[in-house]
């Protein structure tokens, strides 16, 4: 499975943000896709995940904000981010795992300016 990641950018505080996360190869043995971020010096975390049959997981810390999606047709998860805060700044990464592997794709910086 490849994972081709996109949608970051500069936003001030408040705005909103799309990241897309397209899956290629062996997406049919894809069980759950995460979205992870990690900010400078701190530890990857998971921030929010969708399974194969579109149950949904997130961070505490981005409940009522964020909103996780997928488009099958397209093997893409989508992340819509909106009410970003500066602690949202990080490098954010998409996971698909199978349940026997997982594959990363390469992350896309999210900035939120205050």
């Known amino acids: 499975v490849q994972l081709q990641a996109c949608g970051g950018g500069l936003v001030q505080a408040g705005g909103y943000l799309r990241l897309s996360c397209a899956a290629s190869g062996s997406t049919f043995s894809i069980k759950v896709i995460d979205w992870y971020r990690q900010a400078p010096g701190k530890q990857r975390e998971l921030v929010a995940a969708i399974s194969r049959g579109g149950s949904t997981n997130y961070a505490d810390s981005v409940k009522g904000r964020f909103t996780i999606s997928r488009d099958n047709g397209k093997n893409t998860v989508y992340l819509q981010m909106n009410g970003l805060k500066p602690e949202d700044t990080a490098v954010y990464y998409c996971?698909?795992?199978?349940?026997?592997?997982?594959?990363w794709g390469q992350g896309t910086q999210v900035t939120v300016s205050s």
């Open positions: 996971k698909a795992d199978t349940g026997m592997s997982g594959s």
